[in-house]
């Protein structure tokens, strides 16, 4: 009978490997400052408009637009790999973007 415990051990480390690696279905991007967000694929190639970013973004000078987008999407992916569903963007005084998981 010591093998009907092992059973279901090996069935329940089987179940829980298959929950955490699934992946996430998509990441909502949300900027420090403002109340707007974007919601990018984790699964399918993104490409949001230059005008989205600018508007999510807060972003008045439009040279930098293509490279925030860039590192938009850098930044989406990173938080797809590593499971964060909801990512707060900071962008800093001379425009990189750095990201942390978003408090509820």
Known sequence: ???APLVALALTIAAMGA???????????RAEEGK????LSCKEPNNPSLKEVDRVLM???PA????????LLEIASEA??????KIQV???ASGS?????LES
Do not use: F, H, Y
């Not at 797809?80 to 569903?85: T, V």
């Open 36 to 39: 707007a967000s974007m919601t």
């Open 80 to 85: 797809c790999a590593q499971n964060q569903a």
């Open 19 to 29: 929950a955490t690696a699934q992946e996430l279905a998509t990441v909502e991007v």
């Open 97 to 101: 973007l750095t990201w942390k998981p």
């Open 90 to 92: 900071s962008r800093g």
């Open 64 to 71: 930098e637009s293509a490279s925030a987008r860039t590192r």
């Open 1 to 3: 009978m010591r093998t």
């Open 59 to 61: 972003i008045n000078d």
